[in-house]
């Protein structure tokens, strides 16, 4: 939100800082792909490969080139899209991630919409009563959502939700036999899954899917619920709340048609950011649901130094984090009629 | 003289500074949620510092006849796959949690306020270029930074404390920035460069006081996302090495044993949720004790 | 004549704070312009709002508060929607802060008239149109469609006026409607509500720190000092005031062509605070 | 005791010119008013004079030398600026103390125990309340901090943005007196900003007109009563100004 | 429950990087491939005898040089081309050809891309001779065939069509051009592969119609999935899961000898290591039977000789145990009588870091302070390669192959000490162990043509071996375990000859 007042000086600018960030970050993702202590090309031959085969792969990668070299060669594929080929899936690493990223998205955008739909009001409500004991309670939720280590809620909710009751599917994206089953066409497999007509596919995806989206919902629930109630604490004592109230209207409209009216833009920031930050999160869910997503690909590429890979994802990471953020300057031109 | 004040005001005889901080440890006190904070940080201290005499047995010593022991007297949350007592671990991963607190505190206190306090100073050129980096330490998620620094590095406890420090910096950096933005023009500042101060004297004395409160409460904050962090990473594998008890790895190794010994991982998971909430619970808290509305009212 | 407000004895006290920031202020309001002046923190806002009962958490405590037949004192919320903006309403100092940033000028006056009169939304913006007209603004068409940061300030109050006037009110509480404003836009806006109040017949409160303005503007004055009403005066009178708090204010203020000599300053004294402000 | 001597300000703030071709004489020891409506310029000539903002074109001379070419602590000797707001000009965790004891430090002067003492009667405070903190003192007691933070630096000229336009009337006498006085004792140059031009009338020998950037007229402090304008802006401000004093 | 027609299997694809039979690495491709490619031998699973597959027969040369295949009149791809000696020939020479990981193992045989176009003959359309380009034991060569990797045969037709002037390698790694009982559907690395039903398979078709082999790495995953019916077999559980797992009624839990050892090396590069005498105190510093018990089950059993229980020619088990004294002594002997500080490499995978643990929490009685450093495989074993280590717990040793060689190569033998012969594929050259006189033995015994002396021979290199206290000493020899429905049949364990073929489910 800050970053957005800050850029609204003129859209050149805007463009140039962020070509500069993009570029910051490239070298970051090279310096971070170049420095892995493991060792890509071993992983590729395998333990008891012979000199001849690993040198022949080492040179097959451009390894053996002086950095600098290395860096512009790295500079003109991304240019020109070319992210390389993943040494452990031996795809083109931007195929990978096509397919990992749909998961994770699907995972995120669930989330979001109950991170969402339970943080807003519960912040307003905060808000609203502020100090009273809905504030406290739900301070105090929140915070939990807040301090909770995902990987562990995850694992003891699996536990629980899977192992004990069954109420929902375990780990995954589906049931083991269902997977292959549905024709690939846009990865998003709730998708895939009704365009193909295979409801029992449906289910047991949605099934899947709740627990760990329930529960990242509720950590990034926890930031908008109290990023929504400082904004409206700030809204609730403007004057032009006063004003409202002067005219006739009741707390209800004052807080829903004036105060949150003002807090919408901002509010449309924290949620682009939280969706954001559910990559994070997803990183350790998707590890404790082994579920095939854009977090799971990254870290089982960092832990066998899957350079490509590594950078790659890094790099859609920052893209990402960028593109929201622009999304939210954009939002702002739009909608707070003071920037335009 | 004409003019009287309207309060009457005691006279002060020790020094502000300690003052405030016993006004707001009073203040903390008061709400039973700060307090359950300053308790539970109060307890992990104690923990840390007198680890050893609390401990009822050595963190590493393995029995590998007495492995996987469910909680009793002898082992008050029961060992772990090795005969490691678990409560002892947990006692002594306290103090790799303080560490971990401790060093990334002060990387990136001064850090972030130092770079936000020049840029926002200085505003024009230093501005942008401290800016567009932090920028681009800010456009990722932390813990996917520090991945990947970690992934650099090697994992280790040192590396992930120094991935955790540089992916914390920049929003502290943010902050003070902003901060000294909204100072920058104030005329106290004004008069103090008419008084010929330099900028690094106006920085120092002038708006770092100032910035002060809402990074600390920034710091507080952001320690409990830096636990988590930290945990994640041990979780991963990339964070604190074996036999560290570090309370991350722990889950890490326990959740391979998790489902008939649930101990392995329900106490050390505790004590991350226990540790970040106080954290949390502390500078929400804080947050109300230095709101820096109400200390720049008039 | 059944005086529009009558207040006895209204003491306010804020929460978290041990003393009352109004205490034993008494008046009752006819459909005249009445003033209250006194210094910053005399508590002047805190009985204007009091009256819109806009205090949500202060304790408020009187023996009687009515506007003409309503109980201010015990009237519910419900009950208090359809008096505020509609019977009474009340104009606030700054404009730039006074209107919601994100919502057309226009919107928010129709906004006031809607809350109380069923009518189509062409309706209520014909009548906004038509307000804006009558507080001199030369092209209402178009600043009804202006976003409050797009108007000037003096226009920006004049809009506040016509939102808050659109219902006719009986009672309007003008809280320091001018100090935001220059000289020569300060006057202007003051003609335009001077010329409403006379058209209309309504009461009026101003709320101001300012004698001058007091004086010439309103038909009686009420002089508040730490919370306590110490003096009522006609306007005219003004010059006669018997309470040394209000000589002091009137002899401390430069005036153009005034005596070049040092000005008196004000000596406050304690026994002001126990004077009980006599009830009009 | 020194003159100020302005000619041909200029500054440009992004594609905005601010001021334009500005040119003023402040004669030594004379108390000089600018006048104008808000956002016109005023306190932006102030800044430019103290060198706060640094950005403009033109030639500002205190005495013989341009401030451009001063050394800091020689200007910050010559020179002090009082703000208009009392509330926002004193360091909020800086004990009145230190405030005072910074300017002493920075430009080295030695006795500063006693220096602050004589400032602080100067101001007509307590010596006691050099202990105290600026959320302690009321708005009046600041602006006397304030102006004594000015004094300590024993400077020639002061600036004075408005320096009593936040306060309550009853208030703003006791530091008009004040100044009024310092000025008798000290032979101060004063350039003062002011939008009431009773106040203006009350100090000023002489005042400036001030309307987008640009000084409208130069009037003698007699002009507000006996009508010297010649510009229409001037004759509206002063016109305006005496209807709302006397009669509305 | 799992549809009846499908068999979902859960294992650790981690190592999985391709599909090309001639670039994958490690059992979890070999355990994939054995379905779809077939080799010219198999071994048989229980008794691991060289049996018949694509060659129904094969003749050795008296002399030793050569072995003659006669293919299977009716093998045909699952293309529908018939197995050809020409296809044996494309399979064998491309590894070679391309430099490609699985090269190793015949380039370590004395294969390259020089002499196979002589060594590898096609005497007729279904006959197929191997020559052997030094003098060696045919039996282990044909070991080395039965492997899915270098002994896969590909379908060269299929191959060529799919040729993009890489010789097909793009192809290859996402798709399958074998003739074994199943295709390759859809391989997802790190999450799945599909296996599809060679309805046409020569062997007969398979009954499962489709396999899901898919990536579950955590243990518990694939305990609960088990549990929960949603898994027919768990390939990598770990042993709390397994010992649950025992008590359920409709799970089976299965252990089988397997290849290799989990052992402590040390790098003789460390002048302290180099000393025989703190080798030998370090045999006394593993708690053997602590560590078999708790930690190893199902994991490994406890064997101290760098020979598998199972090869030909392997002597009892040694009778080394936790005696602190006895190496306290011996350590004073050589100089240290209070220890002396050191570093422990080992991978981060439970049964290994349980080890370290235990060999550190030994090593510290005897006064020598091991900080354990772990890693990826990647990592540790990329500083042994770099002989840049002093302690590390590893599994390894050869093995696949059931012959001795095998594992002596792999953990004894070093032709060549010198950094710069870089013989990272010798575990002796990483840890700078070099001794003539076993180099000589080992050579002698493999080509030693008579079976009984070549027995003992291998029996007299164990006696050296334990005099020469060698700088790895095993302390467990791999077995592997898998649990499976009950209702399940046909299932083999080993990874190395695991083939879903005949497996059947008895619903
Ligand atoms: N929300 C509040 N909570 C607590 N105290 C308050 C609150 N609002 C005002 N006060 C206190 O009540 C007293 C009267 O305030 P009020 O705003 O009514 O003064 P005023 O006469 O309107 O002053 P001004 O001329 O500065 O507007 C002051 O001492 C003020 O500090
Ligand atoms: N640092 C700055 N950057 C951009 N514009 C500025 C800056 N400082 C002042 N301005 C602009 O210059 C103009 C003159 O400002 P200035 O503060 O001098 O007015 P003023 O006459 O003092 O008004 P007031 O009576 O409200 O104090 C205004 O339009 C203001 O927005
Ligand atoms: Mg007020
Ligand atoms: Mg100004
Ligand atoms: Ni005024």
Redesign the pocket.
């Known amino acids: 939100m800050r970053l957005s007042r800050r850029r609204l000086n003129g859209l050149t600018e805007h463009g140039f800082s962020i070509l500069i960030t993009l570029f910051g970050l490239l070298i970051l993702t090279f310096v971070i792909g170049r420095i892995m202590p493991t060792d890509p090309v071993r992983a590729m031959v395998g333990e008891d490969a012979s000199r001849e085969v690993y040198e022949h792969v080492y040179q097959q990668l451009g390894l053996d080139k002086p950095m600098w070299q290395q860096f512009l060669l790295y500079l003109r594929d991304v240019v020109t899209l070319d992210f390389g080929t993943s040494i452990r899936t031996g795809q083109p690493v931007l195929q990978d991630i096509a397919r990992a990223l749909p998961a994770t998205i699907e995972l995120a955008t669930f989330a979001i919409i109950i991170g969402a739909g339970l943080g807003t009001p519960m912040g307003v409500i905060a808000a609203v009563n502020k100090d009273k004991w809905q504030d406290q309670v739900i301070r105090v939720l929140s915070l939990m959502g807040h301090s909770m280590p995902i990987f562990w809620t995850g694992m003891i909710a699996l536990l629980i939700f899977y192992a004990n009751l069954g109420w929902v599917g375990g780990s995954g994206r589906m049931s083991q036999f269902y997977i292959g089953l549905v024709p690939e066409r846009t990865n998003f497999l709730l998708i895939d899954s009704i365009l193909a007509g295979q409801w029992d596919v449906f289910w047991s995806a949605l099934n899947h899917l709740i627990l760990p989206a329930a529960l990242l919902g509720y950590s990034s629930s926890a930031y908008i619920t109290r990023m929504t109630r400082s904004f409206m604490l700030d809204q609730i004592n403007q004057e032009y709340v006063t004003t409202a109230r002067v005219k006739g209207l009741s707390r209800r409209q004052t807080i829903w048609r004036h105060a949150f009216g003002n807090i919408r833009v901002q509010l449309v920031t924290i949620v682009a950011l939280a969706y954001g930050s559910l990559l994070e999160g997803a990183v350790l869910i998707e590890t404790v649901f082994a579920f095939p997503g854009f977090g799971q690909y990254l870290t089982s590429n960092l832990l066998i130094g899957d350079m490509n890979a590594v950078m790659t994802c890094v790099l859609i990471v920052g893209v990402i984090f960028i593109g929201l953020n622009i999304l939210s300057d954009i939002l702002y031109r739009v909608f707070d009629p003071r920037t335009r | 003289m004409t003019q009287e004040t309207s309060a009457a005001l005691p006279r002060r005889t020790m020094p502000q500074g300690l003052i405030a901080a016993r006004n707001i440890v009073v203040f903390l006190t008061r709400s039973p949620t700060s307090l359950f904070g300053l308790v539970v940080l109060g307890l992990l201290l104690i923990l840390a510092l007198f680890a050893p005499l609390i401990a009822t047995h050595d963190p590493y010593m393995q029995d590998l006849q007495n492995t996987l022991h469910p909680p009793s007297s002898d082992y008050l949350f029961g060992t772990d796959e090795l005969g490691r007592d678990i409560f002892s671990r947990l006692v002594h991963g306290s103090r790799i949690t303080l560490t971990i607190i401790f060093l990334v505190t002060i990387v990136v206190g001064p850090l972030g306020l130092i770079f936000g306090t020049v840029a926002g100073y200085f505003g024009g050129k230093v501005d942008t270029v401290l800016m567009r980096i932090t920028d681009i330490f800010l456009s990722f998620p932390s813990l996917i930074l520090s991945l990947a620094f970690v992934a650099a590095l090697g994992p280790s406890l040192n590396n992930a404390i120094i991935a955790i420090a540089l992916t914390a910096w920049p929003p502290i950096a943010r902050l003070a920035r902003a901060e000294t933005m909204t100072f920058r023009q104030a005329d106290y500042i004004s008069a103090a460069r008419l008084q010929g101060a330099s900028p690094a004297r106006i920085i120092w004395r002038s708006i770092v006081p100032m910035c002060l409160p809402s990074v600390l409460i920034r710091l507080t904050l952001n320690m409990a996302t830096v636990i988590l962090t930290a945990a994640g990473l041990g979780f991963l594998g990339l964070g604190a090495q074996p036999p560290l008890p570090e309370w991350g790895a722990m889950i890490a190794t326990g959740r391979r044993y998790m489902i008939d010994s649930w101990w392995l991982v329900t106490f050390p998971g505790l004590a991350i949720l226990s540790v970040s909430l106080a954290f949390n619970l502390l500078g929400d808290g804080l947050r109300d004790a230095l709101d820096p509305k109400q200390m720049n009212r008039r | 004549m059944d005086p529009i407000l009558d207040i006895r004895n209204l003491s306010?006290r804020?929460?978290?704070?041990a003393?009352p920031?109004?205490r034993n202020v008494s008046f009752t309001l006819g459909r005249e312009r009445l003033g209250i002046v006194?210094?910053?923190?005399?508590?002047?806002?805190?009985?204007?709002?009091a009256i819109m009962r806009l205090?949500d958490?202060?304790e408020l405590t009187a023996d009687k508060m009515t506007f003409e037949e309503v109980d201010l004192l015990n009237a519910s919320e419900r009950q208090m929607l359809k008096v505020r903006g509609q019977r009474m309403s009340m104009i606030l100092?700054d404009p730039k802060f006074s209107l919601n940033p994100i919502q057309r000028c226009g919107h928010q006056i129709a906004e006031a008239y809607r809350t109380h009169v069923r009518c189509t939304k062409a309706e209520a913006r014909q009548r906004a149109v038509e307000m804006l007209e009558q507080v001199h603004i030369r092209d209402p068409e178009r600043v009804y469609d202006m976003y409050p940061h797009e108007v000037s300030g003096g226009m920006g109050q004049r809009v506040m006026i016509a939102m808050m006037l659109l219902t006719s009110p009986d009672l309007v509480i003008a809280?320091?409607p001018t100090s935001a404003l220059d000289v020569t836009i300060r006057l202007q806006v003051l003609r335009i509500l001077d010329g409403l109040v006379r058209d209309k017949g309504i009461g009026l409160v101003m709320?101001s720190?300012d004698l001058n303005l007091v004086r010439a503007f309103c038909d009686r004055v009420l002089i508040?000092y730490a919370?306590r009403l110490v003096e009522t005066l006609d306007a005219k009178h003004l010059d006669r005031a018997q309470h040394p708090y209000t000589q002091g204010l009137l002899a401390a203020q430069p005036r153009i062509g005034g005596p070049r000599g040092p000005l008196s300053v004000l000596d406050r004294q304690d026994s002001w605070l126990n004077a009980q402000g006599e009830v009009a | 005791m020194k003159p100020i001597t302005i000619n041909d300000l200029c500054i440009t703030f992004g594609a905005v010119q601010v001021l334009h071709n500005i040119s003023l004489d402040v004669k030594a020891g004379e108390c000089f008013g600018l006048v104008g409506e808000s956002g016109s310029g005023k306190s932006t000539i102030l800044r430019c004079i103290s060198r706060l903002n640094d950005s403009w074109t033109g030639d500002v001379r205190i005495g013989d030398s341009a401030v451009r070419d001063m050394e800091v602590s020689d200007r910050c000797r010559m020179m002090q600026m009082v703000f208009q707001d009392p509330y926002g000009s004193l360091h909020p965790r800086h004990s009145i103390r230190t405030t005072l004891e910074e300017g002493l430090r920075i430009n080295k002067l030695d006795d500063r125990e006693g220096r602050m003492i004589r400032a602080m009667r100067d101001v007509g405070l307590p010596v006691e309340f050099l202990d105290r903190y600026p959320h302690q003192l009321s708005g009046g007691q600041r602006q006397r901090v304030a102006i004594a933070r000015a004094l300590i630096l024993e400077p020639d000229v002061l600036l004075l943005d408005e320096p009593t336009s936040a306060l309550?009337v009853s208030v703003q006498a006791e530091v008009l007196n004040l100044l009024v006085r310092l000025q008798k004792e000290k032979g101060f140059t004063y350039l003062m900003v002011s939008h009431d031009l009773a106040v203006v009338d009350h100090m000023c020998d002489r005042f400036a007109i001030m309307q987008h950037g640009r000084v409208v007229e130069v009037l003698p402090r007699e002009a507000i009563t006996q009508g010297g304008a010649t510009q229409t802006y001037a004759q509206d401000l002063i016109g305006a100004s005496l209807e709302y004093e006397h009669a509305i | 429950e799992t549809p009846a027609d499908q068999l979902i299997v859960g294992f650790n694809m981690n190592n999985v990087l391709t599909m090309d039979p001639a670039a994958i690495t490690g059992s979890d491709a070999v355990q994939i491939l054995n379905n779809v490619y077939d080799t010219i031998v198999r071994l048989d699973p229980d008794t691991k005898k060289l049996t018949p597959s694509l060659a129904e027969r094969w003749e050795i040369a008296p002399d030793n040089r050569s072995v003659t295949f006669y293919l299977d009149q009716d093998a045909t791809f699952a293309s529908g081309n018939p197995v050809t000696a020409e296809d044996v020939r494309f399979s064998l020479s491309r590894p070679i050809e391309l430099t490609l990981a699985q090269s190793t193992w015949l380039v370590s045989r004395g294969y390259s891309p020089e002499n196979i176009g002589e060594m590898f003959e096609v005497v007729d359309d279904k006959t197929f001779r191997l020559h052997l380009p030094q003098p060696d034991d045919p039996r282990l060569i044909m070991m080395v065939l039965t492997i899915n990797g270098p002994g896969s045969i590909l379908d060269s037709k299929l191959v060529a069509e799919h040729d993009d002037g890489d010789n097909g390698t793009a192809w290859l790694t996402n798709n399958s051009a074998g003739s074994g009982a199943f295709t390759i559907g859809q391989w997802r690395a790190n999450e799945f592969v599909i296996l599809n039903q060679n309805a046409e398979y020569w062997g007969g078709a398979p009954a499962m119609s489709r396999v899901l082999m898919r990536h579950l790495p955590e243990s518990q995953t694939q305990r609960l999935a088990l549990e929960q019916g949603d898994l027919d077999i768990g390939y990598s559980l770990a042993a709390a899961d397994l010992t649950a797992l025992e008590t359920n009624e409709d799970i089976t839990v299965e252990t089988v000898p397997s290849a290799g050892f989990y052992y402590l090396a040390v790098s003789m590069e460390d002048e302290r290591f180099a000393n025989p005498k703190v080798r030998e105190a370090l045999r006394y510093l593993i708690d053997y039977d602590g560590i078999n018990t708790a930690i190893m089950p199902y994991f490994g059993v406890e064997r101290q000789r760098p020979i598998n229980s199972g090869a030909f020619g392997a002597l009892p088990d040694l009778e080394y145990t936790l005696d602190v004294d006895k190496a306290k002594a011996l350590l004073a002997e050589a100089g240290y009588p209070d220890g002396f500080d050191t570093t422990i490499h080992v991978i981060s995978t439970q049964e290994f870091l349980d080890s370290a643990t235990a060999i550190q929490g030994t090593l510290a009685q005897a006064g020598i302070n091991a900080e354990i450093i772990t890693g990826g495989g990647g990592q540790i074993y990329g500083a042994m390669r770099e002989r840049n280590f002093e302690l590390l717990v590893g599994r390894g040793g050869g093995g696949q192959l059931p012959h001795p060689d095998s594992n002596l190569r792999a953990l004894i033998y070093n032709p060549d000490n010198s950094q710069e012969a870089g013989l990272t594929n010798y575990q002796g050259w990483r840890t700078s162990f070099m001794d003539e006189g076993l180099n000589e033995m080992i050579e002698a015994a493999l080509v030693e043509p008579d079976a009984e002396k070549q027995a003992k021979l291998y029996q007299d290199i164990q006696e050296e071996m334990e005099a020469a206290v060698p700088s790895i000493q095993p302390f467990s020899e791999r077995v592997v375990t898998a649990a499976y429905q009950d209702d399940v049949d046909g299932i083999i364990v080993d990874p190395w000859v695991a083939r879903f073929e005949d497996v059947v489910k008895n619903r």
């Open positions: 306010i804020y929460q978290g704070s003393e920031a109004v006194g210094e910053s923190g005399s508590g002047k806002s805190t009985v204007g709002r205090l958490t202060a100092q809280d320091e709320i720190h508040m919370g | 309550d």
